[in-house]
């Protein structure tokens, strides 16, 4: 198989499978904590710097709900059981000046809970593995761009970087924004962000205690927060609450 077809291959399969690779990223970010704490790393014991990864976390999730509310139905990263779909061409709003923006959120809000180890080879590591495992779908996801809309893809990605995006050009987004779009797609990112910094939490208080105390802090309160938002648009996205057309 030609390098070219492997890595169209690879990324597809990925693509299908990419929600695993959170999990492996957790349990390996957990051990790292756990080894961090046990050699007292003050850093850890920052509030400052919890709040700093928590808006390093939080401002990928921004790029996400500015990128999924501006697009119209089956587009950005949406797949089915055969593969990729996309109905349309997203060429205005953030993808004006980045092709993967909602990899470009993905990346920010898995760096603030990277950040949580406080150790910088980790860091590191995590952001060479996120590219390479995310440029594999990429260019999975831009092959079967290119062989839907042809010339049109190729005219609209050049001069548009795939993932740092350019400082110039941005257009106004073609559709207007749609909240009941961002409620129904990111509930699960909102509630995940804020349970794994109230799940660290909980492990940092374990480990260095090595007794399991329920601190009533700004992490638990956060995380009840999240959750409750999570169920009450799990429920609305059962009825026709959410439903905008795209």
Excluded at 156 to 178: I, N
Excluded at 179 to 207: P, R
């Amino acid at each position: 198989m030609a390098l070219k077809e492997e890595f169209e291959s690879q990324g597809n399969f990925l693509f299908r499978y990419r929600s695993y690779f959170p999990i492996i990223f957790l349990l390996v970010a957990l051990a790292v904590f756990v080894n961090e704490v046990l050699k007292e790393n003050q850093t850890l014991f920052s509030q400052n710097y919890w709040f700093f990864s928590l808006g390093v976390g939080l401002f990928g999730l921004l790029i996400r709900v500015f990128t999924v509310g501006f697009t119209p139905k089956n587009t950005s990263g949406r797949n089915t059981a055969e593969g990729q779909v996309a109905d349309e061409l997203n060429e205005t709003g953030i993808y004006s000046i980045v092709r993967h923006p909602l990899y470009v959120g993905n990346y920010f809000m898995w760096l603030g809970v990277a950040m949580l180890t406080a150790n910088l080879w980790f860091i590191v590591a995590f952001t060479l593995t996120y590219w390479v495992y995310y440029e594999r779908i990429m260019y999975a996801e831009e092959a079967f761009l290119r062989g839907k809309f042809g010339e049109k893809y190729t005219d609209w990605a050049l001069g548009r970087p795939a993932f740092v995006p350019k400082l110039t050009g941005l257009k106004k987004p073609k559709y207007p924004f749609s909240l009941k779009k961002v409620l129904k797609k990111e509930k699960n990112g909102i509630a995940a962000l804020f349970g794994l910094f109230w799940l660290f939490d909980m492990v940092k208080v374990y480990t260095f205690t090595c007794e399991i105390a329920l601190q009533k802090n700004f992490w638990f309160y956060a995380f009840i927060g999240g959750m409750v938002f999570y169920l009450i648009f799990k429920v609305l996205k059962r009825t026709s609450l959410l439903e905008d057309g795209r």
